[in-house]
Structures are given as structure tokens and as C-alpha cells.
């Protein structure tokens, strides 16, 4: 079974569609040399990185829309999620790694255990709300996580300390 959130726009559900057959034999064939003991479902979402997800408690392998848009990227996504799937079966939760369980049964179903996809993806970018200028330069160093406050930070270009701009700062130079 194959399920289709309502958040896929009229593109990636045409294309999704057009992989259901091909997603469905591969699924029967990793299922005829490789079974597991409860049903598999597999979901579509629209994930902006993962290209899949296993979540094994409930037999559920989850495909990017957004990620996987060749159905070779597709196929080799859904044994990579079945192999998780399939190795928790086999050896309990603490196999859902990509450990040496997870490898052998990529290797067992003909694929190579690479962890990390290589597809395009979608990255939010990140605020960096917090601006730390040089009181030597002036140079102003833009984070996403504060720095912390018990420690002093020099710039490697001069020498000179970070210093935290405080909300009262930003507003008047915003001014």
C-alpha cells in the first residue's frame, strides 16, 4: 500500500503516480528474499533533505517527494529503508542504525550500504540572530547559536574580543 499526504502538489503526485508499479514490484521482491514479520507501508512526504525514512515500529517506510525525483533514486531509497526495516526484524531495535546489521543486508539485497544521498535538496536557511562584533576591527561575526558567555573569543584576523551586541544596540544602529 502506498499512502499520499494531501500536502503534495498536482506536479509531484503526477510523478509519484507514475513510480507506484515499479515501487510495488520491488517492495514484492524485497518481501519474497527478504521478509519481515509484520505488513510494510510505504508514505510519501514531502521531507526537504531525508530522502527516506524507516520507522519501524510501525513498518513504515517514508519517501521524499520533494528529494526522490528519479525512479532510480526512488528504488535505491526504498531498499535502503527495507534493509533498516529488515535488520530490526532480524536483530531487534538496536540494529536500526546504519551499523554492521544494516550493511549486511544492503549488501544481501545487492546494494551498496551508502548512508548519505547525494540528491539536491531543499535547505531552510537559518536565521543568525546573533552578532558579535571586534572591538578592534569591527568585523562582525553572525551566529545561529549563541556564544557562550563564560569564555572570551578573539578574532583570528586581529586579535580583538567578540563582544555581544544587545537588543538596545541593534534597535538604535537599526535606527
Same mark, same amino acid.
Given at each position: 500500500m502506498?499512502?499520499?499526504?494531501?500536502?503534495?502538489?498536482?506536479?509531484e503526485?503526477?510523478?509519484?503516480?507514475a513510480?507506484?508499479?515499479?515501487?510495488?514490484?520491488?517492495?514484492?521482491?524485497?518481501?519474497?528474499?527478504?521478509p !519481515? @514479520?509484520?505488513?510494510?507501508? #510505504?508514505?510519501? %512526504?514531502a521531507?526537504?533533505?531525508?530522502a527516506?525514512?524507516?520507522?519501524? *515500529?510501525? +513498518?513504515?517506510?517514508?519517501l521524499?517527494?520533494?528529494?526522490?525525483?528519479?525512479?532510480?533514486?526512488?528504488?535505491?531509497?526504498?531498499?535502503?529503508?527495507?534493509a533498516?526495516?529488515?535488520?530490526?526484524?532480524?536483530?531487534?531495535?538496536?540494529?536500526?542504525?546504519?551499523?554492521?546489521?544494516?550493511?549486511a543486508?544492503?549488501?544481501?539485497?545487492?546494494?551498496?550500504?551508502? !548512508? @548519505?544521498?547525494?540528491?539536491? #535538496?531543499?535547505? %531552510?536557511?537559518?536565521?543568525?540572530r546573533f552578532?558579535?562584533?571586534?572591538? *578592534?576591527? +569591527?568585523?562582525?561575526?553572525?551566529?545561529?547559536?549563541?556564544l557562550?558567555?563564560?569564555?572570551v573569543?578573539?578574532?583570528?584576523?586581529?586579535?580583538?574580543e567578540?563582544?555581544?551586541?544587545?537588543?538596545?544596540?541593534?534597535?538604535?544602529?537599526?535606527?
Amino acid at each position: 500500500m502506498i499512502a499520499y499526504p494531501h500536502r503534495l502538489t498536482a506536479e509531484e503526485r503526477a510523478r509519484l503516480n507514475a513510480f507506484e508499479g515499479p515501487i510495488l514490484a520491488k517492495l514484492a521482491e524485497l518481501r519474497a528474499s527478504h521478509p !519481515v @514479520r509484520f505488513e510494510v507501508t #510505504v508514505t510519501w %512526504k514531502a521531507l526537504r533533505v531525508s530522502a527516506g525514512l524507516a520507522r519501524w *515500529r510501525i +513498518g513504515e517506510i517514508v519517501l521524499s517527494a520533494r528529494v526522490l525525483r528519479e525512479l532510480p533514486d526512488v528504488i535505491e531509497t526504498l531498499v535502503h529503508e527495507y534493509a533498516h526495516l529488515y535488520a530490526v526484524d532480524r536483530y531487534g531495535p538496536a540494529a536500526a542504525n546504519h551499523g554492521p546489521a544494516w550493511q549486511a543486508a544492503m549488501r544481501a539485497m545487492g546494494y551498496p550500504p551508502i !548512508v @548519505r544521498h547525494k540528491l539536491p #535538496v531543499e535547505r %531552510k536557511p537559518r536565521e543568525r540572530r546573533f552578532q558579535y562584533p571586534c572591538a *578592534r576591527c +569591527g568585523f562582525i561575526l553572525h551566529r545561529v547559536q549563541p556564544l557562550r558567555s563564560d569564555r572570551v573569543y578573539l578574532h583570528l584576523g586581529c586579535g580583538g574580543e567578540f563582544r555581544q551586541l544587545n537588543a538596545q544596540t541593534l534597535s538604535k544602529s537599526a535606527a
